[in-house]
């Protein structure tokens, strides 16, 4: 896996502020929770100063006035006190606890609808774990930190001013003393804060790495079984875990290390504050409440900073996750429609009181003014690469028209998928164009283009719900009976209605309570119930059995009138009605014509029908002798 995808366990050793600054003004449409939130926190610190200046008073009143010193007073103003404290913490919780939901939702969704508009390419080079993590931790964990972190951010510089400010009103000499520990503390707190952060984030990097090794090893079981790969697997799963058992224990350690410290240190401040206060509240110079006050402050001080270092080490922590999710959120698709489309679109869409929606197949007129109805697809010179691979197709031409069946076949990685996909613009070509009726067809709207398509994979896709959702997924407003009539012509209604519920039943995590043939007929109907114009199989029978695929072959005739539509065959008895069959080579067209036509030419088509034909009458043979034995 390349280096991108391990950011997740990356450090910065700098804090990227126009990063945060970037993320923070996300916070700034919540005004209504970001405001009172500040304001909840700078209350919340001024309580908490007030709390000991309540304890010097009442400890300097009782020793003026002994039991004539005003009780009831006390108790007023300290519950007073208390109310607004409680009503902070009441406030800041639902306040950081709503703009965090707020933030996550957002930048969930900006990065998911980010995440359909990219091309293809985009997820060719990047795993889907990477993705939902994007999507899920990374997401939330931002959320956290700008809506906790602004909180004890603010909380915290406010208590340590009101400390400082504190300590040198009541006593200057011996408040800078005391203050005096503070950059010992910080730094300290600052150094622990970053080490503990990354013994953390190894334990959950093994953690995730041993789920992992759960997972691979409860999916692989059966293989594993059968190449006896239990004891080296074991010994994986062994180092892994050892690894996670020793950034547990410095983890621990580096906590046990801490603690201890930044405790003497506080103590230490304290200590200093009794012993020179002492001396001057035995003189005189300072009332007994000042010094308890000078004794809790001291005290105090370890809290705010800790505060701010284990944030400010949160923030360096996750900036990793912050240019990650920003890098999505800003990334511009390779593949989109350009500014003259967009503005044909948007005049488009203002010519008329109700613009006809793109997903409408019947319109005489596409969402960008242009013609709907696609006559002809050519290619004209198209080169095309992925990346930085090698050339896959070379000056490559043809043209297709409406109505004509174009089988592909050829050896794997002559470019039979790269055509489709071309066709289909999930990728453009490097050099040459690609026309829709005589127009480069990056000149028409994508969406428009794309909802003429109905694709078919070999390995079919159906979503959890029941039969009828996925038929109609591609086409929402198809009534009930526009269902069933698209499953009829696939040859699926039998067998939906030998299930349980009928067209209600449910297919399952992924279709997984129907065999691949049965998902491959809903995908048939599911494609044409979408009425497109382009149709696309890519190996849709090779990985179904013969009486299924007899079934499709039957709708075929219905599936494929009227469209233009790209076939890529395995076995090529699905393609022997093609209009015309192109033997795809090193990105080339090497043979082109009807079945018939290309098996008189004896040329390499005629090596792969005879080939593909002699083995599967092997095949028929051998299953006859064995159902007589």
């Known amino acids: 896996m390349s280096a991108q995808f391990h950011q997740e366990d990356e450090f910065s050793a700098r804090l990227d502020t126009g990063l945060w600054w970037k993320i923070f003004r996300r916070s700034l449409r919540y005004k209504r929770q970001l405001y009172p939130l500040f304001a909840s926190a700078v209350v919340l610190a001024v309580c908490d100063a007030l709390f000991v200046q309540i304890t010097r008073w009442v400890i300097d009143g009782v020793v003026r006035d002994g039991a004539a010193a005003p009780f009831g007073r006390y108790v007023a103003v300290y519950l007073a006190i208390t109310v607004v404290f409680s009503g902070c913490v009441w406030s800041?919780?639902?306040?950081?606890?709503?703009?965090?939901?707020?933030?996550?939702?957002?930048?969930?969704?900006?990065?998911?609808?980010?995440?359909?508009?990219?091309?293809?390419?985009?997820?060719?080079?990047?795993?889907?774990?990477?993705?939902?993590?994007r999507l899920t931790s990374d997401c939330d964990r931002l959320a956290r930190v700008i809506g906790w972190g602004l909180l004890d951010i603010t909380w915290g510089i406010t208590y340590v001013v009101m400390i400082a400010a504190s300590l040198l009103y009541m006593n200057w000499r011996l408040g800078l003393i005391v203050i005096g520990v503070v950059p010992p503390l910080a730094l300290i707190s600052r150094i622990f804060?970053?080490?503990?952060?990354?013994?953390?984030?190894?334990?959950?990097?093994?953690?995730?790495?041993?789920?992992?090794?759960?997972?691979?090893?409860?999916?692989?079981?059966?293989?594993?079984?059968?190449?006896?790969?239990?004891?080296?697997?074991?010994?994986?799963?062994?180092?892994?875990?050892?690894?996670?058992?020793?950034?547990?224990?410095?983890?621990?350690?580096?906590?046990?290390?801490?603690?201890p410290i930044v405790t003497t240190l506080g103590s230490l401040a304290a200590g200093l504050a009794l012993w020179r206060g002492g001396y001057l509240?035995?003189?005189?110079?300072?009332?007994?409440?000042?010094?308890?006050?000078?004794?809790?402050?001291?005290?105090?001080?370890?809290n705010p900073i800790n505060q701010l270092a284990q944030r400010l080490t949160e923030m360096q922590g996750a900036q990793a996750a912050g240019e990650r999710v920003l890098g999505l959120l800003e990334t511009i698709p390779a593949i989109k429609d350009s500014d003259a489309v967009t503005a044909k679109i948007a005049a488009h869409a203002a010519s008329v009181p109700s613009p006809s929606k793109i997903e409408n197949p019947n319109s005489n007129i596409a969402d960008d003014g242009g013609p709907a109805r696609i006559d002809a697809i050519e290619f004209r010179n198209v080169t095309f690469r992925y990346e930085n691979g090698p050339v896959v197709l070379h000056d490559f031409n043809l043209t297709v028209?409406?109505?004509?069946?174009?089988?592909?076949?050829?050896?794997?990685?002559?470019?039979?998928?790269?055509?489709?996909?071309?066709?289909?613009r999930f990728y453009e070509p490097v050099s040459g164009s690609i026309l829709i009726n005589g127009t480069d067809y990056r000149e028409r709207s994508l969406a428009w283009l794309q909802s003429q398509l109905g694709i078919v994979l070999q390995t079919p896709h159906l979503f959890k719900g029941n039969v009828r959702e996925n038929i109609r997924y591609g086409r929402l407003t198809a009534t009930d009976a526009e269902v069933e009539a698209a499953a009829k012509l696939v040859n699926a209604h039998e067998f939906i209605m030998q299930m349980e519920n009928g067209y209600d039943s449910s297919v399952g995590e992924g279709g997984n309570r129907l065999s691949t043939g049965q998902r491959q007929l809903l995908s048939f109907a599911r494609a044409l119930l979408a009425n497109p114009q382009i149709f696309v199989m890519d190996e849709a029978t090779s990985s179904i059995d013969t009486e299924t695929e007899q079934l499709i072959q039957r709708g075929l005739e219905t599936i494929f009138s009227g469209r233009i539509s790209f076939v890529i065959a395995h076995r090529l008895s699905t393609i022997r009605r093609a209009d015309r069959i192109l033997?795809?080579?090193?990105?080339?067209?090497?043979?082109?014509?009807?079945?018939?036509?290309?098996?008189?030419?004896?040329?390499?088509?005629?090596?792969l029908y005879t080939s593909q034909f002699r083995r599967e009458r092997e095949e028929a043979v051998l299953e006859g002798s064995a159902g007589i034995s």
């Not at 033997?583 to 090596?607: D, P």
Request: charged residues 20%.
């Open 281 to 302: 509240t035995a003189g005189g110079a300072m009332s007994l409440g000042t010094l308890v006050a000078f004794v809790n402050f001291a005290g105090q001080f370890f």
């Open 193 to 259: 804060q970053k080490k503990m952060l990354l013994s953390s984030r190894e334990i959950r990097k093994y953690n995730s790495q041993i789920t992992a090794g759960y997972n691979e090893s409860i999916q692989g079981v059966r293989t594993t079984k059968t190449l006896v790969r239990e004891a080296e697997n074991l010994k994986e799963f062994q180092s892994l875990s050892a690894a996670m058992f020793d950034a547990s224990v410095l983890n621990a350690r580096q906590t046990s290390i801490y603690y």
């Open 92 to 133: 800041f919780i639902n306040l950081a606890g709503s703009l965090c939901n707020h933030l996550a939702h957002d930048i969930r969704t900006e990065s998911f609808d980010k995440l359909q508009a990219l091309e293809f390419a985009f997820f060719d080079t990047r795993p889907v774990g990477w993705l939902i993590s």
């Open 583 to 607: 033997v795809i080579t090193g990105g080339r067209i090497e043979e082109s014509g009807t079945h018939a036509e290309l098996l008189r030419r004896r040329g390499h088509y005629y090596e």
């Open 401 to 424: 028209r409406a109505g004509e069946t174009i089988a592909l076949v050829g050896p794997s990685g002559g470019g039979k998928s790269t055509i489709v996909s071309l066709v289909c």
